[in-house]
């Protein structure tokens, strides 16, 4: 299959699919319709782990991806991005990344993170995804693909990992709970970990955010995200939907409130 050539875009803001949808009246068309949902048992008779694992993953998205830092305990570099990541809370700064092991070996970050504590966590953006994604390899504990990336290590200020320079948006950060799963399918397996991680320390590029750091524009940060199978998403454009006030927009208003 022949793809088209990238293209350099801007990222553009629109109304939202339906500017004049009104409280109460639901999907914008029929569309749904006309198909039925089936259920479905993850652990059914025949079906595998990566069936779900290819399911979910096709399905929940775009996920925003970690690239994480790590130094392992007798001081090997290591380098790789994760698309089981999110923010979870804001005070403290706390963000979950979700580590498989499939193999039942422990991948290098994952073992890094439990034994040292520190990591950093930089976002990736359209200008080095062919770096970042060459991470992904397989290789070796003692291989160290910040070499096989050509990305630079920038020093850290309060952890050892340095974060990569190449990122316009970094986190320094620290483990503060991790929980290990047992695969449903055999339970003498390990299926993966969950680790939340504290950020202490960010870097932001400067042109991309505000004076006051506190919003980042989107049309600079140019971020990429994982969808299914090998497949990255980039962010091309977004609607303006405001959240409604609950008093004035609908205790107040007696076309809506009546919906109660």
Same mark, same amino acid.
């Given at each position: 299959m022949t793809l088209p050539q &990238?293209?350099?875009?801007? @990222? $553009?803001?629109?109304?939202? =699919?339906?500017?004049?949808?009104? =409280?109460?009246? +639901?999907?914008?068309?029929?569309?749904? $319709? $006309?198909?039925?949902? !089936?259920?479905?048992?993850?652990?059914?008779? +025949? *079906?595998?782990?990566?069936?779900?694992? *290819?399911?979910?993953?096709?399905?929940?998205? /775009?996920? =925003?991806?970690?690239? !994480?830092?790590?130094?392992?305990?007798? +001081?090997? &570099? %290591?380098?790789? /991005?994760?698309?089981? @990541?999110? /923010?979870? %809370?804001?005070? /403290?700064? !706390? &963000?979950?990344?979700? !580590?498989?092991?499939?193999?039942?070996?422990? $991948?290098?970050?994952?073992k890094n993170l439990l034994e040292t504590g520190e990591c950093t966590v930089s976002l990736i953006s359209e200008w080095f995804i062919e770096a970042a994604n060459f991470t992904c390899t397989n290789a070796p504990r003692d291989v160290d693909e910040w070499k096989l990336s050509g990305l630079t290590k920038a020093p850290s200020t309060k952890v050892k990992p340095p974060h990569v320079a190449e990122s316009a948006f970094s986190i320094e950060a620290k483990v503060v709970q991790a929980t290990n799963f047992d695969s449903k399918t055999d339970p003498s397996k390990k299926s993966g970990t969950i680790i939340l991680i504290e950020g202490l320390h960010f870097h932001v590029r400067e042109d991309i955010a505000d004076e006051t750091l506190t919003y980042v524009d989107i049309n600079k940060l140019k971020p990429v995200a994982r969808l299914g199978g090998n497949v990255y998403s980039r962010v091309l454009d977004g609607f303006d939907l405001p959240r409604p006030n609950f008093q004035t927009e609908i205790l107040e208003n007696p076309q809506v409130s009546k919906l109660l």
């Open positions: &990238f293209e350099k875009e801007e @990222f $553009k803001l629109t109304t939202s =699919p339906n500017p004049n949808w009104k =409280p109460g009246s +639901g999907a914008n068309d029929d569309e749904w $319709k $006309k198909y039925k949902k !089936i259920e479905l048992d993850p652990y059914s008779e +025949g *079906r595998t782990p990566f069936q779900n694992y *290819r399911l979910f993953t096709s399905a929940v998205a /775009p996920r =925003p991806i970690g690239f !994480i830092s790590t130094v392992s305990s007798d +001081g090997h &570099f %290591n380098l790789a /991005p994760f698309s089981y @990541f999110c /923010p979870g %809370n804001y005070d /403290p700064p !706390i &963000f979950m990344v979700g !580590i498989s092991c499939a193999t039942q070996v422990l $991948k290098d970050t994952c």
